[in-house]
């Protein structure tokens, strides 16, 4: 069992930047763990996964803006997200489970409870 905290998240103008922050209960280390957004109206997607520090992938949308990185020694997992956009407004959350790690995947057994991001223009 894993339970993931998160924290961070906000309200902030287009342009601005936010972390989220993602705390689990025990080493993740081998895990894949991605950070996942749910917009009102529209399909929850993953907008960037990792496993471990040496491996990450990214939703085109968010590329070159969004960073997820992890603190082992803290069982932290980060997404730090600049240059927001309005369209960028979601609720987002963090996931992890064991297995196959790649961004399509949508099945994890770990959630974290979810955190709100709004950007205005």
């Known amino acids: 069992q894993v339970q993931l905290v998160q924290s961070g998240g906000g309200s902030v103008q287009a342009g601005g930047s936010l972390r989220l922050s993602c705390v689990a209960s025990?080493?993740?280390?081998?895990?894949?763990m991605a950070w996942f957004r749910q917009a009102p109206g529209k399909e929850r997607e993953a907008v960037a996964v990792?496993?471990?520090?040496?491996?990450?992938t990214y939703a085109t949308s968010v590329k070159g803006r969004f960073t997820i990185s992890q603190d082992m020694g803290k069982n932290t997992l980060y997404l730090d997200m600049n240059s927001l956009k309005p369209e960028d407004t979601a609720m987002y959350y963090c996931?992890?489970?064991?297995?196959?790690?790649?961004?399509?995947?949508?099945?994890?057994?770990?959630w974290g409870q979810g955190t709100q991001v709004t950007v205005s223009s």
């Open positions: 996931a992890a489970d064991r297995g196959v790690c790649y961004l399509e995947r949508v099945e994890y057994n770990y």
């Open positions: 025990r080493f993740t280390g081998s895990y894949c």
């Open positions: 990792t496993r471990g520090t040496d491996w990450q």
